[in-house]
């Protein structure tokens, strides 16, 4: 699916799924405090398990259309986490036999994404 129609379910379904991200935030900031960044590890966690769950369901049931395709994984679960498409990618490389793919994807993911980070800190710092 091409177009405004894709463009906007998938903009519908990322304001869902980032509204539950901020309600989760909210409700795990509450129950165990600041110390730890206690909801981004749940929200990533759940959100992998529920796009692969979502994935299996598209995969070997086939019944959904693009529309709800988009709407619940590039929507609503892009909104809730990214890490969940992350963790998709990663498995798909695994489970295609492509293990040095699939470890060079994490690797460089996290690494540069850290290093991409820390330089976005320091080049605001530096011109502020």
Do not use: C
Request: proline share 2%; hydrophobic share 55%; net charge positive.
């Amino acid at each position: 699916m091409h177009g405004l129609a894709g463009t906007l379910i998938v903009f519908l379904g990322g304001g869902v799924g980032a509204a539950i991200r901020h309600g989760v935030n909210i409700a795990v900031l509450r129950m165990l405090g600041p110390n730890f960044p206690y909801a981004t590890v749940f929200i990533n966690i759940t959100g992998s398990i529920i796009m692969g769950m979502t994935a299996a369901y598209f995969a070997f049931k086939g019944d959904a259309s693009q529309h709800w395709r988009l709407f619940f994984t590039t929507g609503v679960l892009g909104g809730y986490t990214t890490f969940s498409t992350f963790s998709l990618d990663a498995a798909l490389l695994y489970e295609r036999d492509q293990f040095m793919l699939a470890a060079t994807y994490v690797l460089a993911s996290v690494i540069l994404s850290l290093i991409g980070l820390f330089a976005g800190l320091a080049a605001v710092r530096h011109f502020s």
